[in-house]
């Protein structure tokens, strides 16, 4: 097994796709060409489906696989419904975590650079300096990503103008609509125009999510099928206090290049930063309790290379696009179907190869197995 999974992560194939381009689909050609600057010249199956119809003014529920660019999905026709005439914020992007909100704000300031446009782009998020951000809105930036409780805050000071937003994005709306973030985010859409068109996007619309988006729009539903993917499962028994060890011993006996290793409490994760940081392994932690450019800054190292693992809780799980990730590894068993689907995405991204191996003690096994049923997936043993 370990040969095989050495073999599959050398491995990069291409998959074919449809010949249609974003001018097809109404993206002007500034932005067409600020995306054929990047090589994305193809729009995916969720972007050929929800670009036309966002632009036609549609409220839509859009799911799809993770790394099929959903992002951009909705990002370019929230660029193109801003008037750049009017001086105001046009366009809100709520996330649910600090990471994937300045990611979004990253993607959408590249777009604007590269083609040319007019248009102001503000990430609004707690734990920053917030008169700095007071500052950033004198601007009138006309599309703002941010958390919630932060746009709440700066609207409550008066430093904030919801009323000319006509556009309202949530991405990983089913986390943002479940118990954590729901009194927030309906908080910030009650100082939204009723007139606001939604686009709600994730890699999975479970029922309970998609029933507490019809409570705020009337969406259509458009589902993207699954691609055909280079992704394998693997899982490997151990004991619990034998996994960090695991890690240690899979990163030295696979080529793994970048990877990202799961855990389910921010105090086993900094316990395994200690051991593998040991044991001469650079890593990085992306953990809850730490500060804003703590993450930031392990994020950064990940990216860049200078780490070769990435230790963090859920936080990683959902959006956050690190390229290349060859290998996850699921220190901890995620505790249902959607998690792990979100932590297996961060890896075997647009056609590319990739692992997901689940360290188990032997009380876990059965329960990997339900989980892999129920997900229709084979998971192989790892000796």
Do not use: W
Not at 228 to 257: M, W
Not at 266 to 272: G, I, N, R, Y
Not at 275 to 295: F, M, N, P, S, T
Not at 358 to 364: C, F
């Amino acid at each position: 097994c370990a040969e095989f999974i050495r073999a599959s992560l050398t491995f990069r194939s291409g998959l074919q796709e449809d010949t249609m381009d974003f001018t097809s689909l109404g993206v002007p050609a500034p932005l067409a060409a600020a995306l054929a600057a990047r090589g994305i010249t193809e729009p995916t199956e969720i972007q050929r489906e929800v670009i036309p119809a966002a632009c036609a003014g549609e409220s839509l529920i859009g799911e799809a696989p993770t790394g099929t660019g959903k992002t951009l999905a909705y990002l370019l026709p929230a660029l193109m419904h801003i008037d750049p005439a009017v001086r105001a914020a046009q366009v809100l992007v709520l996330a649910p975590t600090h990471e994937l909100a300045m990611q979004i704000a990253g993607v959408a300031r590249e777009l604007v650079q590269a083609a040319g446009l007019s248009v102001g782009v503000q990430a609004l998020i707690g734990g920053a300096n917030v008169q700095r951000q007071i500052d950033a809105l004198k601007k009138k930036p006309a599309l703002i990503v941010g958390s919630a409780p932060r746009i709440v805050e700066l609207h409550r000071l008066r430093k904030l103008k919801l009323q000319e937003v006509r556009l309202c994005v949530l991405d990983e709306f089913d986390r943002l609509l479940g118990k954590q973030h729901s009194a927030e985010v309906r908080a910030v859409l009650h100082l939204l125009p009723r007139d606001r068109q939604m686009l709600l996007l994730s890699a999975t619309a479970a029922a309970g999510a998609v029933q507490a988006a019809e409570e705020l729009c009337t969406p259509r539903i458009i589902r993207a099928a699954a691609q055909e993917t280079t992704c394998e499962n693997y899982y490997h028994i151990v004991s619990f206090r034998d996994k960090i060890k695991a890690v240690q011993k899979l990163t030295r006996r696979l080529p793994i290049r970048r990877g990202l290793v799961f855990v389910g409490r921010s105090f086993d994760a900094a316990k395994a930063v200690e051991k593998l940081q040991y044991e001469g392994i650079r890593v990085a932690a992306l953990l809850g309790g730490e500060r804003r450019d703590q993450r930031r800054a392990a994020l950064d190292a990940i990216r860049a290379g200078r780490a070769q693992l990435l230790i963090s809780t859920d936080l990683a799980a959902r959006g956050l696009d690190i390229e290349d990730v060859d290998c996850v590894v699921q220190v901890d068993l995620p505790e249902d179907v959607r998690t792990y689907r979100h932590r297996a995405g961060r890896t075997a991204r647009a056609g590319k190869a990739g692992a997901v191996i689940s360290l188990v003690d032997a009380k876990e096994v059965e329960r990997l197995k339900t989980l892999a049923a129920r997900m229709k997936l084979d998971v192989k043993q790892l000796d």
